[in-house]
């Protein structure tokens, strides 16, 4: 049963993918990322090879581990929240400093890589062309470009870091300054309705990262250029820099907002009753009786079969 799926028909047919998320035969919950085309099965197969890479240069954040196959490619799952879901709930919670301390724990992870100054190598001007030519800017040695906040798990009492996504990882250095703008870029945008701006200003977060106006409109080029990369239709440069530069502006739809706020408490007043419920033997009698069924249901009406396949002396 796949309880999350996701399918990126808007990518070039070499990139194009299906991700879910279900479980196994044994009730564990795995993460897969399928090739969506045939002219996509290097792309997915190449997953393993960028996950060696990051182990190899000692990245910051974690990857987890995978098995890839045909085209197939199966993720451990991680137990933890995502940095995304973190954020949402200091903003549901108006705690503006959890949401700074978060976000600057980011940026912190990101800067404890390896940063060189680099020129771009043909491979950097085949995806992102000359938008970087003449910058004087710091980068990753190792090219990990997607590291929005849904793909950044905190696990063990928010201790360690664990990155469950790194199909755009290359191995030439990226500007480590873009790899952040894009990620607080990606989340402002996600959340437009929310008004983050009458919260924490999306300016406030350039200034902690230190992004200049000047590194704005380097790494707007940039992304734009990585986006006709990846995806069937170009977009227009003109029209894709006011998208951007329209997230430093106040969303104007505060009837939403305001309903959005109500909505927010309910659900947090949810979860306090979820969480007293779960207390009740009622309750984890109903959770073992989900986890087992499949099995209870084998035992019933194949008993020679789930004997075989469960015990090793039949």
Known sequence: MNIYSKFNNFRKRKFRTMTFVSYDENDNRVAIKKAATKDAYKFVNSLDEKRKLLKKVNFSIEPTDVNVEDGIAKFNFVEGKSLDSLLIKAFNRRDEERFIKLIEGFIKIIKNNNLVKSGHSNEFKKIFRNSADGKNLEYLKLGVVDLNFDNIILRNAEENYSLIDYEWVFNFPIPYKFVIFRSVVSFYGKYRVYDLNKFVHIKKIYDIAKIEDEDKETFIEMELNFQN?????????????KSILGLEEDCPNNDFLSHL????????????????????????????????KNKLFFLIFHPICFLKKYFKFF
């Open 229 to 241: 990369y990846v995806l069937r239709y170009a977009k227009d440069f003109k029209s894709y820099r």
């Open 261 to 292: 706020n109500s909505v927010n408490v309910k659900m947090e007043n949810l979860e306090k009753e979820i969480g007293i419920m779960k207390n009740y033997k009622f309750w984890k009698i109903i959770n073992l009786y989900i986890k087992y």
